[in-house]
Protein backbone atom coordinates (compact mmCIF):
# COMPACT_ATOMS: atom_id res chain seq x y z
CA UNK A 1 0.00 0.00 0.00
CA UNK A 2 0.53 3.61 -0.21
CA UNK A 3 2.59 5.14 2.56
CA UNK A 4 0.92 8.34 3.35
CA UNK A 5 3.29 10.91 5.44
CA UNK A 6 2.60 14.44 6.57
CA UNK A 7 4.73 17.47 5.83
CA UNK A 8 5.20 19.78 8.47
CA UNK A 9 2.61 22.45 8.64
CA UNK A 10 4.03 25.74 7.81
CA UNK A 11 0.67 27.35 6.55
CA UNK A 12 -2.81 27.52 8.63
CA UNK A 13 -3.26 23.74 10.26
CA UNK A 14 -3.81 21.89 7.36
CA UNK A 15 -0.76 19.17 6.56
CA UNK A 16 0.48 18.35 3.52
CA UNK A 17 0.04 14.65 2.76
CA UNK A 18 2.04 13.14 0.90
CA UNK A 19 3.56 9.53 -0.85
CA UNK A 20 6.60 9.26 -2.72
CA UNK A 21 7.00 6.45 -5.40
CA UNK A 22 6.20 6.04 -8.60
CA UNK A 23 3.29 7.25 -9.85
CA UNK A 24 1.11 7.90 -13.59
CA UNK A 25 -1.66 10.19 -13.85
CA UNK A 26 -3.71 10.09 -17.73
CA UNK A 27 -0.94 12.07 -18.74
CA UNK A 28 2.03 11.91 -17.31
CA UNK A 29 4.24 9.99 -14.51
CA UNK A 30 5.39 11.52 -10.89
CA UNK A 31 7.47 10.71 -7.97
CA UNK A 32 4.57 12.24 -5.75
CA UNK A 33 1.33 11.89 -5.02
CA UNK A 34 -0.45 14.59 -3.13
CA UNK A 35 -3.14 13.45 -1.28
CA UNK A 36 -5.87 16.11 -0.23
CA UNK A 37 -8.66 13.75 0.07
CA UNK A 38 -9.21 15.54 3.56
CA UNK A 39 -9.11 18.84 2.38
CA UNK A 40 -11.75 17.95 -0.30
CA UNK A 41 -13.97 16.38 2.40
CA UNK A 42 -13.66 17.69 5.84
CA UNK A 43 -15.44 20.79 6.20
CA UNK A 44 -13.31 21.71 8.72
CA UNK A 45 -10.13 21.54 6.47
CA UNK A 46 -11.63 22.99 3.40
CA UNK A 47 -12.32 25.70 5.61
CA UNK A 48 -8.80 26.23 6.69
CA UNK A 49 -7.65 25.94 3.03
CA UNK A 50 -9.85 28.35 2.32
CA UNK A 51 -8.79 31.25 4.75
CA UNK A 52 -4.74 30.49 3.54
CA UNK A 53 -5.91 30.82 -0.20
CA UNK A 54 -8.40 34.04 0.81
CA UNK A 55 -4.73 35.96 2.60
CA UNK A 56 -2.64 35.22 -1.11
CA UNK A 57 -5.81 37.32 -3.25
CA UNK A 58 -5.52 41.19 -3.38
CA UNK A 59 -8.66 42.63 -2.87
CA UNK A 60 -8.99 44.14 -6.36
CA UNK A 61 -9.19 41.16 -7.77
CA UNK A 62 -12.54 40.53 -8.94
CA UNK A 63 -13.88 37.31 -8.99
CA UNK A 64 -18.07 36.36 -10.02
CA UNK A 65 -17.28 32.33 -10.36
CA UNK A 66 -14.90 29.48 -9.20
CA UNK A 67 -14.91 26.87 -11.64
CA UNK A 68 -13.82 23.76 -9.15
CA UNK A 69 -11.55 21.08 -10.61
CA UNK A 70 -10.70 17.96 -9.59
CA UNK A 71 -13.06 17.26 -6.67
CA UNK A 72 -12.74 20.86 -5.10
CA UNK A 73 -16.72 21.81 -4.43
CA UNK A 74 -16.44 21.81 -0.94
CA UNK A 75 -13.07 23.92 -0.71
CA UNK A 76 -14.71 25.93 -3.67
CA UNK A 77 -18.00 26.78 -1.53
CA UNK A 78 -15.72 27.73 1.59
CA UNK A 79 -13.49 29.79 -0.77
CA UNK A 80 -16.40 31.70 -1.84
CA UNK A 81 -17.44 32.31 1.86
CA UNK A 82 -14.28 33.51 2.98
CA UNK A 83 -13.43 35.89 -0.37
CA UNK A 84 -17.14 37.21 0.25
CA UNK A 85 -16.69 37.89 3.88
CA UNK A 86 -13.40 39.62 3.12
CA UNK A 87 -15.22 42.22 0.99
CA UNK A 88 -13.98 41.12 -2.18
CA UNK A 89 -14.77 43.22 -5.27
CA UNK A 90 -17.48 40.86 -7.04
CA UNK A 91 -19.18 42.40 -10.05
CA UNK A 92 -22.21 40.32 -11.10
CA UNK A 93 -25.68 41.24 -10.64
CA UNK A 94 -26.25 39.60 -7.62
CA UNK A 95 -23.17 40.64 -5.77
CA UNK A 96 -22.19 37.30 -5.04
CA UNK A 97 -19.94 34.25 -6.05
CA UNK A 98 -21.10 31.14 -8.68
CA UNK A 99 -19.77 27.97 -7.61
CA UNK A 100 -19.36 25.79 -10.53
CA UNK A 101 -17.91 22.05 -12.21
CA UNK A 102 -17.21 21.34 -15.43
CA UNK A 103 -18.52 18.47 -17.24
CA UNK A 104 -16.08 16.52 -19.74
CA UNK A 105 -16.96 15.30 -23.49
CA UNK A 106 -15.65 12.16 -25.14
CA UNK A 107 -12.31 13.91 -26.19
CA UNK A 108 -12.11 15.24 -22.07
CA UNK A 109 -12.99 18.74 -22.92
CA UNK A 110 -14.91 20.88 -20.67
CA UNK A 111 -18.37 21.88 -21.59
CA UNK A 112 -21.21 23.68 -19.69
CA UNK A 113 -24.60 23.59 -20.28
CA UNK A 114 -26.83 26.34 -21.19
CA UNK A 115 -28.42 26.53 -17.50
CA UNK A 116 -24.25 26.99 -16.21
CA UNK A 117 -23.13 29.09 -19.30
CA UNK A 118 -24.15 32.65 -17.63
CA UNK A 119 -22.26 32.02 -14.78
CA UNK A 120 -18.98 32.03 -17.13
CA UNK A 121 -19.52 34.23 -19.72
CA UNK A 122 -18.87 37.53 -19.18
CA UNK A 123 -17.55 36.75 -15.29
CA UNK A 124 -14.20 36.89 -13.87
CA UNK A 125 -13.64 32.95 -13.26
CA UNK A 126 -10.96 31.65 -10.93
CA UNK A 127 -9.97 27.87 -11.45
CA UNK A 128 -9.63 25.98 -8.68
CA UNK A 129 -7.47 22.98 -8.47
CA UNK A 130 -6.18 20.51 -6.07
CA UNK A 131 -2.86 20.77 -7.37
CA UNK A 132 -1.25 22.36 -10.65
CA UNK A 133 1.82 20.59 -11.74
CA UNK A 134 2.44 20.09 -15.52
CA UNK A 135 -0.58 22.72 -16.78
CA UNK A 136 -2.68 20.10 -18.87
CA UNK A 137 -5.52 20.19 -16.63
CA UNK A 138 -5.22 24.28 -16.21
CA UNK A 139 -4.84 24.40 -20.26
CA UNK A 140 -8.06 22.63 -21.05
CA UNK A 141 -10.03 25.39 -18.27
CA UNK A 142 -8.26 28.09 -20.51
CA UNK A 143 -9.65 26.80 -23.31
CA UNK A 144 -13.23 26.09 -22.03
CA UNK A 145 -13.31 29.65 -20.00
CA UNK A 146 -12.42 31.37 -23.76
CA UNK A 147 -15.08 29.81 -25.58
CA UNK A 148 -17.44 30.28 -23.57
CA UNK A 149 -17.13 33.51 -23.04
CA UNK A 150 -15.50 34.00 -19.55
CA UNK A 151 -12.83 36.29 -18.42
CA UNK A 152 -9.80 33.95 -16.59
CA UNK A 153 -8.39 36.18 -13.32
CA UNK A 154 -6.08 33.35 -12.48
CA UNK A 155 -5.50 29.77 -10.40
CA UNK A 156 -5.67 28.56 -7.37
CA UNK A 157 -4.45 25.29 -5.71
CA UNK A 158 -3.59 23.08 -2.51
CA UNK A 159 -0.36 22.97 -3.91
CA UNK A 160 1.37 23.93 -7.10
CA UNK A 161 4.78 23.57 -8.74
CA UNK A 162 4.22 26.44 -11.11
CA UNK A 163 4.30 30.49 -10.63
CA UNK A 164 1.62 30.82 -13.66
CA UNK A 165 0.01 29.14 -16.47
CA UNK A 166 0.00 30.97 -19.80
CA UNK A 167 0.58 34.27 -18.28
CA UNK A 168 -2.27 33.51 -15.70
CA UNK A 169 -0.79 33.61 -12.16
CA UNK A 170 -1.13 30.54 -9.67
CA UNK A 171 -1.58 31.08 -5.76
CA UNK A 172 -1.24 28.29 -3.87
CA UNK A 173 -0.79 27.48 -0.03
CA UNK A 174 2.12 24.63 -0.80
CA UNK A 175 4.65 24.84 -3.48
CA UNK A 176 7.76 23.62 -4.74
CA UNK A 177 8.93 25.49 -1.51
CA UNK A 178 7.38 22.77 0.44
CA UNK A 179 8.34 19.91 -1.63
CA UNK A 180 11.72 21.25 -3.48
CA UNK A 181 12.17 17.62 -5.34
CA UNK A 182 8.34 17.22 -7.33
CA UNK A 183 8.75 16.03 -10.58
CA UNK A 184 6.75 15.22 -13.69
CA UNK A 185 7.86 13.35 -16.69
CA UNK A 186 6.18 12.88 -19.86
CA UNK A 187 5.85 8.60 -19.84
CA UNK A 188 8.47 8.34 -22.41
CA UNK A 189 10.82 10.40 -20.36
CA UNK A 190 10.49 8.24 -16.94
CA UNK A 191 13.76 7.62 -15.52
CA UNK A 192 11.78 5.87 -13.30
CA UNK A 193 10.64 3.88 -16.02
CA UNK A 194 13.85 3.41 -18.00
CA UNK A 195 15.57 1.91 -14.49
CA UNK A 196 12.51 -0.66 -15.42
CA UNK A 197 10.88 0.33 -11.80
CA UNK A 198 7.72 -0.28 -12.07
CA UNK A 199 4.51 1.61 -11.25
CA UNK A 200 3.28 1.98 -7.88
CA UNK A 201 -0.07 2.97 -8.45
CA UNK A 202 -2.52 4.81 -10.72
CA UNK A 203 -3.78 8.08 -9.38
CA UNK A 204 -6.05 10.95 -10.56
CA UNK A 205 -8.56 13.52 -8.89
CA UNK A 206 -10.34 10.78 -7.14
CA UNK A 207 -7.15 9.60 -5.29
CA UNK A 208 -5.17 5.78 -6.24
CA UNK A 209 -5.40 2.42 -7.53
CA UNK A 210 -2.23 0.35 -6.21
CA UNK A 211 -0.70 -1.75 -8.75
Not at 11 to 23: E, I, K, Q, T, Y
Not at 107 to 115: A, P
Not at 116 to 121: E, V
Amino acid sequence: MIEITNLPVKHGNVPLRVARGHFATNHSHINYYIDITYQKTRLSEAKDVAKQLVSIFKNNTPIDTILCLDGTTVIGTCLADELTKSGFHSVNAHNTIYVVEPEYNSNSQMLFRDNIQPMIRNKHVLVLMASCTTGFTAGKSIEAIGYYGGELVGFAALYSAVDEIAGYPVRSVYNLSDLPDYASYDYKDCPYCKAGRRLDALVNSHGYSWL
